[in-house]
């Protein structure tokens, strides 16, 4: 099992930047693809982005692609995303989450979850 703790959120304005970092503990990091999702008051969770086990690949959804960077530190044991250009639809509680075998987009197949941390974007 890995456990995962988020931190970076906080209330920015339109146009600024934020930095959250997932880190975890508990089994061999680099065994897991990691993702973020985020859920905004009355929505479902919705993925925005993924990296690889290596690093090698990730993936964006179209909504934060061209504003956000997904890196990992399998030394560190961390994975950052960096968000820039943030809107206020980018308002929402992000989690990171863990997976063993094939990246998916779908929130149901991951079985290890952060906490989660609170991004608020002021227009």
């Known amino acids: 099992q890995v456990q995962l703790v988020e931190s970076g959120g906080g209330l920015v304005q339109a146009g600024g930047s934020l930095r959250l970092s997932c880190a975890a503990s508990?089994?061999?990091?680099?065994?897991?693809?990691m993702v973020w999702f985020r859920q905004a008051p009355g929505k479902d969770r919705e993925f925005v982005s993924g990296?690889?086990?290596?690093?090698?690949?990730?993936s964006y959804a179209d909504s934060v692609k061209g504003r956000s960077t997904i890196s990992r530190d399998n030394a560190k044991n961390t994975v950052i995303l960096q968000m820039n250009s943030l809107k206020s639809e980018d308002t929402a509680v992000y989690y990171c989450?863990?997976?063993?075998?094939?990246?998916?987009?779908?929130?149901?197949?991951?079985?290890?979850w952060g906490q989660g941390t609170q991004v608020t974007v002021s227009s």
């Open positions: 508990g089994d061999t990091f680099s065994s897991y693809h």
């Open positions: 990296i690889s086990m290596s690093g090698v690949s990730t």
């Open positions: 989450a863990a997976r063993r075998w094939e990246m998916r987009t779908s929130a149901q197949s991951y079985p290890y």
